[in-house]
């Protein structure tokens, strides 16, 4: 088992800036992957960005792409999303996941993700 929490959420201006932890505890060396996911009020569940965990290759959602940054701190067990230039449209609960690698269906980037945290709230007001 793995578990995840979120922290950083919060209010940020449009074009300001927020930083989204995620501690990890558990069986960490089972990961293969880590995500971050937003969903806004009367929407669905969309992808933001992922990270290998070993290695760090990274992957991006275009509308986030050149303003977030995910990264992640092998020796503390964190994976962060740094969010610059914020706009309205990025309000919603962010979610981190992680994924255990899955033999010959193991895909870049992951297709599905086994194990979330409850998630914070990032409001970016105009």
């Known amino acids: 088992q793995v578990q995840l929490v979120e922290s950083g959420g919060g209010l940020a201006q449009a074009g300001g800036s927020l930083r989204l932890s995620c501690a990890v505890s558990?069986?960490?060396?089972?990961?293969?992957?880590m995500g971050w996911f937003r969903q806004a009020p009367g929407k669905e569940r969309e992808f933001v960005a992922a990270i290998r965990w070993s290695g760090g290759i990274t992957y991006y959602a275009d509308s986030v792409k050149g303003r977030f940054a995910i990264s992640r701190d092998n020796a503390k067990n964190t994976v962060y999303l740094q969010m610059n230039s914020l706009e309205p449209e990025d309000t919603a609960v962010y979610y981190c996941?992680?994924?255990?690698?899955?033999?010959?269906?193991?895909?870049?980037?992951?297709?599905?993700?086994?194990?979330w945290g409850r998630g914070t709230q990032v409001t970016v007001s105009s």
């Open positions: 558990g069986r960490t060396f089972s990961i293969y992957a």
């Open positions: 996941a992680a994924v255990p690698p899955r033999g010959y269906k193991t895909t870049w980037p992951p297709i599905e993700y086994d194990y």
